[in-house]
């Protein structure tokens, strides 16, 4: 069965320092989302694209995140530099058209659990 | 701003209970409704969708209900089984974009 794949699955960094988060959707999904779950809380979208471009980034804190996904298939997520509160579990999910309110299901890869100390 | 709120936040359970597990959110303009599970330190394995249009939709022992114009809905669990020891997260689509807006979850064990 197709996944999401998500790497790494751990990550322990410094404040200020770079991270980055990669994700592979399945085959063929138009559509990538990024979400961020804090402990105890409900994931919450970061960033959704559409092939190569971006739909929705209203939640995703420019001055240091960035996203990208160029040739429309994979993406990266970028924070820099990464503060005490980015400590959280960064969730990536795709869907295969991503049109509002189809009947459509949103498969989510295992997350990557940032640690900023 | 659409809210999603589950009560309760944690619950535990013998095996071989039927459960119900709560989610209401505050806007009732949605397109449909689904039901997650997450296990510890993991992703998201979707259980069940329902389309704003329906009442309810099943799977296996599960079955989830939507009244929408009371903004709420159950996952109803038969016979519950240590295995179906998870968080689950209820989650809301409204609007352009394909934006979910979750709740923050219940915690579920199921005790031997």
């Known amino acids: 069965e197709a996944e999401v794949a998500q790497s790494p699955r751990y990550k322990i960094t410094e404040k200020s320092q770079a991270v980055a988060f990669w994700c592979d959707p399945i085959?063929?999904?138009?559509?990538l989302y990024w979400y961020r779950q804090i402990l105890g809380q409900g994931p919450e979208l970061l960033v959704q694209?559409?092939?190569?471009?971006?739909?929705?980034d209203s939640q995703l804190p420019k001055d240091r995140f960035s996203a990208e996904r160029l040739k429309g298939v994979d993406s990266t997520l970028k924070i820099q530099p990464a503060e005490l509160g980015d400590s959280a579990m960064y969730l990536c999910?795709?869907?295969?058209?991503?049109?509002?309110?189809?009947?459509?299901?949103?498969?989510f890869g295992p997350g990557t659990r940032l640690l900023v100390l | 701003k659409q809210e999603v709120t589950q009560i309760p936040a944690a619950l535990s359970v013998p095996e071989g209970e039927n459960l119900v597990l709560n989610c209401s959110f505050t806007?009732?303009?949605?397109?449909?409704l689904q039901w997650f599970r997450q296990d510890p330190g993991k992703g998201l394995t979707s259980l069940l969708l329902?389309?704003?249009?329906?009442r309810e939709q099943t799977s296996g022992r599960l079955n989830a209900s939507l009244d929408k114009s009371s903004g709420r809905s159950t996952l109803y669990i038969a016979a519950s089984q240590p295995g179906d020891s998870a968080t689950y997260l209820c989650a809301v689509l409204k609007g352009g974009g394909n934006k979910l807006t979750f709740g923050t979850g219940t915690q579920l064990k199921v005790e031997l």
């Open positions: 085959s063929g999904h138009a559509t």
């Open positions: 999910a795709s869907s295969f058209l991503g049109l509002a309110g189809a009947r459509e299901t949103q498969y």
């Open positions: 806007d009732s303009a949605i397109y449909n």
């Open positions: 694209f559409q092939d190569e471009s971006v739909v929705d």
């Open positions: 329902i389309q704003s249009s329906q």
